[in-house]
């Protein structure tokens, strides 16, 4: 069946450093590919996402490319803030009649200033 | 506009209690899932409901969970008799068709005694 697999946390990083968040996929076909984020006290929130091979999904200063050769979709961010405190989930959905999520374990990040 | 409720936020209860939960989706949405988080690990999607038809229940656990949504609009999803294994974070998440972004709840935590 469909799963995916990110990158263990926590993770702790001081204000303008750079994030990088492993996520790979398993699935059958074209999946759609997401990350979501969920704020202390909040409930999920689409970040990006990316539907096709190569295309990149951007939101806030965040990016990530769907690279179906690695079956991957890493999220990246050049210089985090402390407001990017969060709990970040990769997902993908295989579309086609079928828009269930599959997460990965979701990643801790906390930013210190 | 409202997003999408969820009630009660936190709920305690002993093995062998029956406990119901409640979503609200966003009003017009069409789409209604459930998914759950169980102890730090994945969410994973329990059921999807279009309108008030059951479209796919193949992630619910057992027969001791029962999901309903009478007239399309809010959905619940009771619990009876909770097992220890039942707590965690349950997540409803909505949207206005099938293939459109899912708008998630802050989640019900359960915690099973």
């Known amino acids: 069946g469909d799963s995916v697999t990110q990158m263990e946390g926590p993770v702790t990083l001081s204000e303008e450093a750079f994030l990088t968040i492993n996520c790979t996929y398993t699935?059958?076909?074209?999946?759609?590919l997401f990350w979501y984020v969920q704020y202390p006290g909040e409930g999920l929130q689409l970040l990006l996402k990316a539907t096709k091979a190569d295309d990149k999904g951007s939101n806030k200063g965040f990016e990530a490319t769907y690279r179906k050769e690695t079956t991957s979709f890493h999220l990246e961010k050049g210089s985090v803030q402390v407001s990017d405190s969060a709990v970040y989930f990769c997902?993908?959905?295989?579309?086609?009649?079928?828009?269930?999520?599959?997460f990965g374990a979701g990643t801790t990040v906390t930013v210190r200033a | 506009e409202a997003g999408v409720t969820q009630f009660p936020s936190h709920s305690v209860i002993e093995k062998g209690q029956t406990v119901t939960l409640r979503c609200d989706p966003i009003?017009?949405?069409?789409?209604l899932y459930w998914y759950r988080r169980v102890m730090g690990k994945e969410i994973k999607f329990l059921l999807h409901?279009?309108?008030?038809?059951?479209?796919?229940e193949s992630g619910m656990p057992n027969n001791r969970f029962l999901a309903e949504r009478t007239g399309g609009t809010y959905s619940t999803l009771k619990v009876q008799p909770a097992e220890l294994e039942d707590s965690g974070v349950y997540f409803c998440a909505s949207s206005q068709a099938q293939s459109y972004e899912q708008y998630f709840g802050p989640g019900t935590r359960l915690t099973v005694t």
């Open positions: 409901f279009v309108k008030e038809s059951k479209q796919d």
């Open positions: 009003s017009g949405h069409d789409n």
């Open positions: 997902a993908l959905s295989r579309g086609v009649n079928d828009y269930k999520l599959s």
């Open positions: 699935a059958t076909g074209y999946p759609s």
